[in-house]
């Protein structure tokens, strides 16, 4: 079984920076396509980016788009999410997520992948 953990989460304000890790076990991460999904109270998980096993590949949701970016370092088996200009609506739980395989477009469904983090909090004060 492989383990993802994720960090980096806090509070910050409006407008504010945060840079979230996801570390994850195993040799083999740098064949994992990673994604990164997010779920507020009350609300269901939503999509927010994935990267490809070679980090050559990105998708983010239209809601975070020009505004977060998605990176990997496979040498330290972690994938990053850098995230500028938060907003309150961005205030979530964060899970990290590994696929075995590759989904290409359909990274954006969280059945594709295999092993999930435990979630780190973000909190986006207006």
């Known amino acids: 079984q492989v383990q993802v953990v994720e960090s980096g989460g806090g509070l910050v304000q409006a407008g504010g920076s945060l840079r979230l890790s996801c570390a994850a076990s195993g040799r083999t991460f740098s064949s994992y396509s990673m994604g990164w999904f997010r779920q507020a109270p009350g609300k269901e998980r939503e999509f927010v980016a994935a990267i490809s096993w070679s980090g050559g590949s990105t998708l983010y949701a239209d809601s975070v788009k020009g505004r977060f970016t998605v990176s990997r370092d496979n040498a330290k088996n972690t994938v990053y999410l850098q995230m500028i200009n938060l907003k309150p609506e961005d205030t979530a739980v964060y899970y990290c997520?590994?696929?075995?395989?590759?989904?290409?477009?359909?990274?954006?469904?969280?059945?594709?992948?295999?092993?999930w983090g435990q979630g780190t909090q973000v909190t986006v004060s207006s």
């Open positions: 997520a590994a696929d075995r395989g590759y989904s290409g477009a359909y990274a954006y469904r969280s059945v594709v992948y295999d092993y």
